[in-house]
T-cell receptor, first 111, second 115 residues
Framework: SQQGEEDPQALSIQEGENATMNCSYK?????LQWYRQNSGRGLVHLIL?????REKHSGRLRVTLDTSKKSSSLLITASRAADTASYFC???????????FGKGTKLTVNP | NAGVTQTPKFQVLKTGQSMTLQCAQD?????MSWYRQDPGMGLRLIHY???????DQGEVPNGYNVSRSTTEDFPLRLLSAAPSQTSVYFC??????????????FGDGTRLSIL
């Protein structure tokens, strides 16, 4: 079963606005990853945040991790139409080689 | 670099037929995995491998078989196709023998329809 669950399931915003997506998970983790999937394509890795990190930045992306609340958020600032995609969180936990994906948030950025 | 290459990109099968989905990576990655993606279900792990000669089951392994005879290749076999196996299949790889602490590199998928 899915470990991470993204919220909201779908998000529609205007170009230039910020987009925030959330991920909640159930058990302790080693790290959390965010991926993007454009329509008809494979997933592309965006950012990895470890359990001892609270915040990480990459360009217009900002990821936070709150292990006490078992949640993470992905913020995309100054969104562009090209950011239109589905975004997935994935968690890895100690003792397991596997990565478990959530169901994703579908982001639409309107020009 | 080609990265992760999946073939074929599209396939239509009849119920009961068998076929092999191919996956190859040229990055000398140790970990390889197969996922299926269905609407509203996200990605679910079918099988994975932490190195040549080692495979293990994921969340939804029934009806699928894998082998890993080389580091580069990780084929997925459908033994007797069923309509419930209609899905998009993704192969992924990562550098170390664990997916949890390394970015995974994905292929562009195989879209499979079972009639």
């Amino acid at each position: 079963s899915q470990q991470g669950e993204e919220d909201p399931q779908a998000l529609s915003i205007q170009e230039g606005e910020n987009a925030t997506m959330n991920c909640s998970y159930k058990t302790s983790i080693n790290n959390l990853q965010w991926y993007r999937q454009n329509s008809g394509r494979g997933l592309v890795h965006l950012i990895l945040i470890r359990s001892n990190e609270r915040e990480k930045h990459s360009g217009r992306l900002r990821v936070t991790l709150d292990t006490s609340k078992k949640s993470s958020s992905l913020l995309i600032t100054a969104s562009r139409a090209a950011d239109t995609a589905s975004y997935f969180c994935a968690t890895g936990k100690g003792g397991s080689e596997k990565l478990v994906f959530g169901k994703g948030t579908k982001l639409t950025v309107n020009p | 670099n080609a990265g992760v290459t999946q073939t074929p990109k599209f396939q239509v099968l009849k119920t009961g037929q068998s076929m092999t989905l191919q996956c190859a990576q040229d990055m000398n990655h140790e970990y390889m995995s197969w996922y299926r993606q269905d609407p509203g279900m996200g990605l679910r792990l079918i099988h994975y491998s932490v190195g040549a000669g080692i495979t293990d089951q994921g969340e939804v392994p029934n009806g699928y078989n894998v082998s890993r005879s080389t580091t580069e290749d990780f084929p997925l076999r459908l033994l007797s196709a069923a309509p419930s196996q209609t899905s998009v299949y993704f192969c992924a790889s990562s550098r170390t023998p664990t997916a949890r602490d390394q970015p995974q590199h994905f292929g562009d998928g195989t879209r499979l329809s079972i009639l």
